[in-house]
């Protein structure tokens, strides 16, 4: 029989296991008659003292009975019969709790609030920082009491102290295998006073704008009979009056007319319009900065007639 591994599929990944305990992997294997299994590290022969080998008929075993960091890395088995072999690799992590972060300190201090800032541990444990854990401690008394955990960055703002307290902080790093056993501390106490806020002093201004015209109404076509609305924009400061007129003449209280103005916005609505309401109609914005006007042109088709002719067969 042709020599295979068959590797488990939890080894089919990283492999990883804690500072100080065991590693025991059984790889099973076929072939006959009995394959040659051969280990090694990155290359090289596995050295006696660190792992041990053990092969059977059908399986050998990779045992370290108490990991270290150092044991990490690629490992591969190959076994062979003849000219014919078969290989894996099983990538082994030995991991442990890292060191705490480096550098924190406060960097300030305002309201109810204190910032703070750190760095990255310099040991990680042979493993990736997956998050900070923040507790404060008030300096009366000494208690300490998490703020934040599984936080990602490696700065953060403190919120809620209270005024007339003294707080003290320590930050831990974390990954796989837990949180650092020591933390870094800050140095000096984060002193929360009361402040009189007072707010600056502005000078009053008259923002004046004289009126200006930000849409100008469209030409538009309608039918004798069907009401349409004539609308442009405008802005100005103070408030501009707008006054609209058809052909230089100013429209005054006409029912026919509803003239309105919502935030700018300036429509004329012209109900039931006839031929002889078409022309050109100006709207003018006024106010003490000066004045605006637009035009536009109104046109209205008269009502097209249709005759029905019938023929009728005796």
Not at 141 to 164: H, K, M, P
């Amino acid at each position: 029989d042709r020599p295979k591994i068959r590797l488990p599929r939890y080894l089919r990944q990283t492999f990883v296991k804690h500072v100080g305990e065991a590693v025991n992997l059984v790889i099973p294997f076929q072939g006959k008659p009995k394959p040659q299994v051969t280990w090694t590290k990155i290359g090289q022969p596995l050295d006696p003292k660190q792992a041990s080998v053990r092969n059977s008929e059908s399986d050998t075993i990779l045992f370290i009975r108490k990991a270290e960091q150092k044991d990490s890395g690629s490992y591969e088995v190959t076994v062979k019969i003849d000219d014919l072999e078969d290989k894996a690799k099983i990538e082994i992590q030995i991991a442990e709790r890292p060191g705490p972060p480096k550098g924190i300190k406060l960097a300030d201090v305002w309201g109810f609030n204190a910032a703070l800032e750190w760095t990255a541990p310099q040991d990680n444990g042979n493993a990736e920082i997956t998050g900070y854990t923040v507790q404060k401690s008030d300096k009366k008394t000494g208690e300490w009491f998490t703020v934040l955990e599984n936080y990602r960055q490696t700065n953060c703002t403190i919120s809620d102290l209270i005024i007339g307290n003294a707080y003290f902080f320590r930050v831990f790093s974390e990954n796989l295998c837990g949180r650092s056993e020591k933390a870094a501390t800050t140095k000096n106490p984060a002193v929360i006073k009361e402040n009189t806020y007072k707010p600056p002093e502005y000078k009053e201004c008259a923002l004046l704008e004289a009126p200006k015209f930000t849409q100008p109404p469209s030409d538009r076509t309608t039918t004798h009979g069907y009401t349409t609305k004539l609308v442009c924009s405008v802005r100005g400061s103070p408030k501009p009056k707008v006054v609209w007129m058809k052909n230089q003449m100013e429209i005054r209280e006409d029912p026919k007319y509803r003239s309105l103005v919502n935030q700018g916005v300036c429509s004329l609505e012209i109900r039931k319009p006839s031929p002889f309401d078409g022309g050109v109609y100006t709207c003018k914005a006024i106010n003490s900065q000066g004045e605006a006007t637009v035009d536009c042109r109104l046109n209205v088709k008269g009502k097209q007639l249709y005759t029905l002719k019938f023929c009728l067969r005796c």
